[in-house]
């Protein structure tokens, strides 16, 4: 088998063995988790308990836990019929249900005028970069700090936040929105009124299962100090790419930013073209946020930054996680600095 090595934590973490255990075991549960009987009781105890390990690791009450099919349908059931100012910053699935009004500092800080009709994310996807987030914001998007960096929900100040279970290795297709105790929201669907009546549909017991160990494990880590070494990582990283050349350009560098999240621009040597030459050579690596089917699209994200076009289409986001080694830092380098080289010699 080909040498591999995976470096797009931020698209998706691999599926962790306390998630995979979770969800084989309740596989055979045969009961609804609406029905009474002791089948339904059953399986209504796999979601409870997950809602459980969920608002542990969160900082959040449990019953303010909705489970959802992803953060996707999470950020549209927060801001169902409700119109919310956000910043180019955010991800394309709050992006696409706000009024993008919001401007963006030098230092990369959302400038929120209205937190109670704003939305701000916690954490960017492409850059890392980390925001202060205000008292009283209408939603936040907690997905990619949630287990990276330490993050609580009740101690943030907002009203509903989303969660995406992939992110910490979960699995796919599984999310929730945490909406704050007194605040409402309206649901999406015409059904049985399940989760209290604020997100109908069947609860998917097997990925809500493996949502919560994911999350139990994922906090156990977080508190272990696993994410500080994975910092360590990244700016080895980072000195090494800086060593081969001084053009390149690295997004967010000397700002607050998540622990594994780096975002580099070679001016001329289109992303594109680097993650695949990378990917031919073993590494998985993007070219921003995996939003769009694999679809590479001009990052928002870089201009909203104050970029301009030439860098940001020039971005590659190389994001590790705890499993990667010094060995295939030291071995991505290489490679990285292999292509460089012929990009420069083609340009001369």
Not at 64 to 88: D, M, P, R, W, Y
Not at 148 to 161: L, M, N, Q, V
Request: charged fraction near 20%; include cysteine; hydrophobic fraction near 40%.
């Amino acid at each position: 088998m080909n040498y591999r090595a995976y470096f797009d934590w931020n698209a998706t973490a691999p599926l962790k063995q306390e998630a995979k255990t979770a969800m084989i075991k309740v596989m055979n549960e045969l009961g609804n988790p609406s029905s009474i009987h002791a089948e339904g009781r059953a399986a209504k105890s796999v979601v409870e308990k997950a809602r459980e390990q969920i608002s542990d690791a969160f900082g959040a009450g449990s019953s303010e836990i909705i489970f959802t099919s992803g953060a996707t349908e999470a950020a549209k059931l927060a801001l169902n019929n409700h119109i919310v100012n956000c910043a180019a910053l955010e991800h394309p699935c709050v992006l696409s249900n706000c009024e993008n009004s919001l401007e963006v500092s030098k230092n990369g800080q959302v400038l929120v005028v209205d937190p109670e009709n704003s939305s701000v994310q916690s954490a960017n996807s492409e850059t890392g970069i980390l925001q202060k987030l205000h008292g009283g914001i209408y939603l936040t998007d907690f997905v990619q700090s949630f287990c990276k960096i330490p993050t609580a929900f009740d101690w943030s100040g907002c009203k509903r936040g989303m969660l995406s279970a992939h992110k910490i290795g979960g699995p796919k297709g599984v999310g929730a929105l945490v909406v704050k105790k007194g605040e409402e929201v309206q649901d999406l669907f015409n059904g049985g009124g399940q989760e209290s009546g604020r997100r109908s549909g069947t609860e998917n017991i097997v990925g809500i299962a493996g949502f919560g160990a994911a999350a139990v494990k994922a906090q156990k880590d977080l508190q272990e100090g696993v994410w500080e070494k994975v910092l360590k990582l990244r700016n080895l990283l980072e000195e090494g790419l800086e060593a081969i050349t001084s053009e390149a350009i690295f997004i967010g560098r000397g700002l607050d930013r998540l622990p594994n999240t780096c975002c580099v621009s070679v001016p001329g040597w289109i992303g594109e073209t680097a993650v695949m030459q990378m990917d031919i050579a073993g590494y998985a690596i993007s070219a921003g946020s995996a939003c769009s089917s694999g679809v590479v699209k001009k990052s928002s994200v870089l201009k909203s930054l104050g970029y301009r076009s030439e860098i940001s289409e020039c971005a590659i986001r190389v994001s590790l996680g705890p499993d990667n080694t010094e060995e295939e830092i030291s071995k991505f380098i290489d490679v990285w600095g292999n292509y460089y080289r012929r990009f420069k010699a083609k340009a001369a």
